[in-house]
Nanobody, 116 residues
């Protein structure tokens, strides 16, 4: 099993910035992808950004140029720097990890609210 613990989130004004962090523990070996998804009320969960080991970051079109994903491999962590936030970015953000053997894992989610 893999446990994911998120931190960050909260309330920010439009145009502001926020950083989310996620630390993985447990069976961390063979995690090849970490990233972030989000879910707004009434919407399906959607990809925000992912980062596969040895690859390049993958972003949703809606966040390209504003959000930056990074990984700290020694700390088994993934971060999401969010700039130029918009009210449309308001959602619960979930940390995601994919283990090549046992599958996908999710964090508990953290609320991000962007006020206009």
């Amino acid at each position: 099993q893999v446990q994911l613990v998120e931190s960050g989130g909260g309330l920010v004004q439009a145009g502001g910035s926020m950083r989310l962090s996620c630390a993985a523990s447990g069976n961390i070996f063979s995690i090849n992808t970490m990233g972030w998804y989000r879910q707004a009320p009434g919407n399906q969960r959607e990809l925000v950004a992912t980062f596969t080991t040895g690859g390049t970051p993958n972003y949703a079109d809606s966040v390209k140029g504003r959000f930056t994903i990074s990984r700290d491999y020694p700390k088994n962590s993934v971060y999401l720097q969010m700039n130029s936030l918009k009210p449309a970015d308001t959602a619960v953000y979930y940390c995601y990890a994919r283990h090549v053997v046992v599958g996908s894992f999710w964090g508990q989610g953290t609320q991000v609210t962007v006020s206009s």
